[in-house]
């Protein structure tokens, strides 16, 4: 979708032209109602899912569960809703996925923007949009069948042998291949169109005459690239940045068929992990028998709405304040 | 100027790679799929029931199903997200309520799917008493969709060129009049992509769905009877430790995969023909 | 500029106008169809097979009749169930006392015997010591509660990789001349290639709470990889000649992994009934053997006469097809009391 442009209906706003009582001037008051009614719609379904993701981890609180939120026990049937190896186990997911796509799909939309030959713009493309419309669960899938026995047959031994012995954090403690890297690969995948998408439209956008400026005062394509159009560019690239780690946080199918489901704090890329995702859809049902259990998920579910909530209005900020120091 | 040179050459090089790799990816992950489910498609697979735990029979139970599902949440997000991206184009400047709907639909786009599954949940099955049905997935993949439907669809009526817009009204129409008899028309072409997209994005969605219509082995008798979709076919039958099941997921993978991925083609071919008769 | 009102179809207009005339005719054949009975049950992934059996036995029968079974672990069914969201709920369990008291109208009525085993892959490195001597139940609580033990050398009491020490795990081992444990030195390492990979349970399952009571604990209370369903505890402990895992008898004499011999007593011998050597055997010793237990449908209150009469059939003619399925079919004086839940 190209950049939309600012469509001030400022002559919307003095109008003095149906005579209210005539059948068309009714008619044009009963719509703009019923479009109103209508969009009050998404606000609706917002603020009742924030409604019901609060109320339940107000009553959480109310329990006394919150001190031991960052508490890596996780026993139910005792009363202990330690959630922080669920937390950690979707950060170091969502790290790796996006260590993986910033590099790569920073510089292939770079590519896409300034360097590639006109007749192969469009297919690669394409083909780019294509990987996003793949689902979820076929990623999922995928990552079973060939990613899982890849980490644990080739990658683990060879880089846990190797780098492993140094770092822990590539260190092979248990080797299942259901792991942070395999699902943080997937995520990685997932997440490439987004940004590459996101940062090739807002590169292409900067206006010609601002490389020419650049070129014509001897600076090489990438000097160019680099002081005129990323620096213009930077909000919308930023704003895509923060689409796919909002993307990358709250997967779910994905990571739970290759993430391991095992409840521990991680240590290394070859621990298996279990995100939040995962754990509120392996327990749903269950909650309902249990109260503080129902509490202790829909604070799991808390958790993903405020921070996906968060980047979203900082992004919006940060690219808003971009936007005006780059005037 | 040699470092500069130098920089270039390093910088082309890293693209070069990063492109390679980025496509690589793609394109092992197409041929895996195609491959598995190529060899694993047959006619039965198609129009029979599952039977014995996902090892006989086909995908009857989740093509129909995903395709209900989808429909009728397509159905119902169309028809509220449509005007409310319409009003939302419309009214931004003037109408608080305008502003709000419009931060609503961005926050709702950014909530994972699992969260809604948890909300049609409660909501749906638990609160409104549908059951696990038809209904209820449909109604929460409903939500899922509406942002994107929402904000594709004021995206494209933010660029129906104002001109014409005027000239309506200077002939005397109303704002309702201009809406639904100019800039309707003019964003037709933008409005079936934004539905086209939402049906693709619904279709491929397995979280929202997993809790909310549930599974069957059986075709949907009714809207509250629980209904299979496509991707939980897929989760449910890689996970079974039999390869015939498996061979039944990567069918459906395909089968899935081409739908989704034929509705975006479609979308966008849609949008390439019918823009050539919008006013620029 | 073309008239605006000559708008074709063109090729993706087409092949989406296909696509709504496919749902339209599909929505037209099904709302012709008769209707039928429906029965929904879900739940325990252990009385899944048997109950498909059952289901599609009765739908022959009857054949108006529409019984789902769907999975998704016995704490699934019960909740289901006691939410009426189905009608019948399955469960490998027993139902706890917290679930009695906030749904004093569920009523768990038996079906069929079944025992938890514990199941190894074929290709397991000390496989035939393991067949003869056992698992003991105190090695099994340290695998799976305290998570200490972690090398099969130490299970089997076999120096593999022959460096003079029975793993244990990353820092200890046993020394085989003095029979205790020792703490190794820095350069010892755990030796990857006998490494023990507990399989359990991560939803919410009565065989991982059966199995759990057995050594004292809670489900939560198990570490290990979690795997969904005793279908994916059987595709995991197949797929990795290192894994160990616990499944419904059903699932125990697959292709792929072997069932290992509970030594519950710990006296270090693989008594009569804690033998394994075959299904049928187990099925005979049910009685005695060491992790059994009763597979239950939960029917919330009275249950209406269609489920009744298909839980009535289970119960009679239906018992024929449990061991079929692998599961132990019930006593007639079982059978009576069961009946006499639903009556």
Known sequence: MAVSLKNRSTFFTDREGANPRSLRGKIDKLSSCFLAIASISSIFVVSTIAALLLYNFMKFCEQGFLPSILSDVWLPSKGEYGLLPFIAGTLWITAVAMTISLPLGFLTAI?????????????????????????????????????????????????????????PLFRVNVNIGFSILAAGIVLSIMVLPIMISTSEEVMRAVPMEYREAALALGAT??????????????????????????????????????????????????????????????????????????????????????????FNVIARLVVRRLKRMGQ | MRRAMMEELLIRLLMAIATVVVLGFLLVILVDIARRGVSALSLSMLIELPRNAGREGGLLNAIVGSLYISSLATLFSASIGVPAGLYIAEFEGKSRIARAASFAAEVLSGIPSIVFGVYGFIIFVIMLNMGVSLLAGALTLACLELPIIIKVTEETVKLVPSHIKEAALSLGATRWEVLSKVTIRQAVPGIATAVLLAFARGAGEAAPLMFTSGYSNFTPSSLLSPAANLPLAVYYLIMMPFPEAHMRAYAAAFILTIMVLSMNWCSRMLFKRWSRYVVK | MEPINQRGLGKSGVILAVLVVVVL????????????????????????????????????????????????????????????????????????????????????????????????????????????????????????????????????????????????????????????????????????????????????????????????????????????????????????????????????????????????????????????????????????????????????????????????????EGQTYVSDVGYVSLTPSEVEDALSLIR
């Open chain 1, 221 to 310: 394509r990438w000097q160019a690239t680099k002081t005129v159009v990323l620096r213009l560019a930077s909000p919308g690239i930023f704003a895509g940045i923060i689409l796919s780690f909002c993307r990358a946080f709250g997967e779910t199918m994905a990571v739970l068929m290759v993430a391991g489901n095992v409840i521990t704090v991680p240590s290394s890329l070859f621990d298996p992990a279990y995100p939040l995702t995962a754990l509120i859809a392996n327990h749903l049902p269950e909650m309902i028998s249990i109260p503080s259990y129902a509490y202790a998920l829909l604070t799991a579910g808390f958790i993903l709405f405020v921070v996906t909530f968060s």
């Open chain 3, 25 to 316: 005719l599909i929505s037209v054949t099904y709302i012709l169809q008769p209707k039928a009975v429906e029965i929904h049950l879900s739940g325990s992934t252990t009385v899944y097979p048997l109950a498909t059996k059952w289901a599609e036995a009765y739908m022959q029968k009857k054949p108006n009749y529409k019984i789902d079974v769907s999975g998704g672990g016995s704490g699934k069914g019960i909740s289901d169930v006691a939410q009426n969201l189905v009608d019948i709920g399955m469960s490998s369990r027993h139902l706890k006392s917290e679930e009695f008291k906030k749904y004093p109208s569920l009523i768990p009525i038996p079906i069929a015997h079944d025992a938890v085993m514990i199941i190894v892959n074929s290709k397991n490195p000390v496989l035939s010591t393991l067949l003869e001597k056992g698992i003991s139940r105190d090695a099994l609580i340290k695998i799976y509660v305290e998570g200490s033990l972690k090398s099969w050398e130490y299970v089997a009491s076999i120096d593999l990789d022959d460096d003079g020490y029975i793993d244990y795990n990353g820092t200890h081992a046993l020394n085989p001349e003095t029979g205790l444990l020792e703490y190794m030195p820095s350069n010892y390492k755990l030796s990857a290639s006998y490494e023990i990979h507990p399989i359990t349970r991560s939803d919410a399952s009565g065989t991982a709470e059966t199995f759990a009571e057995f050594l004292g604990v809670n489900q939560e209370d198990l570490k290990g990889i979690g795997a969904s369903g005793n279908p994916g505890v059987l595709q995991a402990v197949a797929s990795d000649p290192l894994a160990i895992g616990y499944v419904g008898l059903a699932f125990a004499f697959k292709e792929g992994v072997c069932a290992m011999p509970i030594d519950a007593n710990n006296n270090g011998i693989i008594e009569e009934h804690e033998r394994v050597d075959s299904e049928a055997y187990v099925a005979s010793h049910i009685a005695d053997y060491p992790i059994s237990r009763i597979l239950f449908f939960v029917v919330n209150g009275k249950p209406t006469k269609e489920v009744a009469d298909f839980i009535h059939w289970c119960l009679t």
């Open chain 1, 111 to 167: 590519f896409m923007a300034e360097y590639i030959p006109r007749k192969m713009h469009s297919p690669i493309k394409s083909l780019i949009e294509l990987l996003a419309g793949i689902p979820s669960v076929v990623y999922g899938m995928w990552g079973l069948m060939v990613l899982v026995p890849l980490v644990r047959d080739q990658l683990a031994p060879l880089i846990g042998g190797s780098l492993g012995k140094v770092f």
